[in-house]
Every structure is written in structure tokens, then in C-alpha cells.
Nanobody
Framework: QVHLVESGGGLVQAGGSLRLSCAAS????????MGWYRQAPAEERDLVATITSAGRTNYADSVKGRFTISRDNAKNTVYLQMNSLKPEDTAVYYC?????????????WGQGTQVTVSS
């Protein structure tokens, strides 16, 4: 079992920055891909960014150029640096960790951290 603990959410004005962190513990050997997803009220949970243990990244078009995902494999921690935040980035952000062959929906999830961007 993998336990994910997120931190770093909060309230920020539009144009500001936040950095999210997610530390994994437990059966870390089963983790290949880590990432962030977000869910706004009455919306589905959507991909924000993912990163593999080899450092390969994938971003949603809406965050390309503004968000950067990174990973410290030694600490089993993934980060999301969010710059130039917009009100539409407001959502609960969830950390996800999974083996490469497992769909994200069936992976491990954190408890979520609220990000609110005011206009």
C-alpha cells in the first residue's frame, strides 16, 4: 500500500505562484508514474501533469508554460510549481502514484489540497 501526503495549497491572487508537494511512503517500489490531477466543483477530475521515474513529463494544454512538475526519486516526492496562476486554476489538487501499466484512476490518491486563485 502507498500513502500519499500533499501540502502547499492555499489562496493566491491571479498571477501569483504556489508550489505543491506530495510525499509517498509505503510500497514505493511499485511507483513509476507520479502526477497531479485537479477537480473543480461540479467538474470531473482532470490531468494536470505527470512525471515518470525516468523524468518523462506530460502536461495538460491549459497549464503548459505555467506549471512545472518535478520529482525527487530519493525522497519519493513529486512537486508542482504553479506560476502565473489564473482563477480557472482554482480546484482541489490530488496527487497520484501508480505503476506504469496501471491507469491513473486505479492508482493511489492523496487526500487533496485546495488551491484558490482570486481575481
Amino acid at each position: 500500500q502507498v500513502h500519499l501526503v500533499e501540502s502547499g495549497g492555499g489562496l493566491v491572487q491571479a498571477g501569483g505562484s504556489l508550489r505543491l508537494s506530495c510525499a509517498a511512503s509505503g510500497s514505493e517500489v511499485s511507483i513509476n508514474t507520479m502526477g497531479w490531477y485537479r477537480q473543480a466543483p461540479a467538474e470531473e477530475r482532470d490531468l494536470v501533469a505527470t512525471i515518470t521515474s525516468a523524468g518523462r513529463t506530460n502536461y495538460a494544454d491549459s497549464v503548459k508554460g505555467r506549471f512545472t512538475i518535478s520529482r525527487d526519486n530519493a525522497k519519493n516526492t513529486v512537486y508542482l510549481q504553479m506560476n502565473s496562476l489564473k482563477p480557472e486554476d482554482t480546484a482541489v489538487y490530488y496527487c497520484n502514484a501508480r505503476p506504469a501499466w496501471v491507469p491513473a484512476a486505479r492508482g493511489h490518491w492523496g487526500q487533496g489540497t485546495q488551491v484558490t486563485v482570486s481575481s
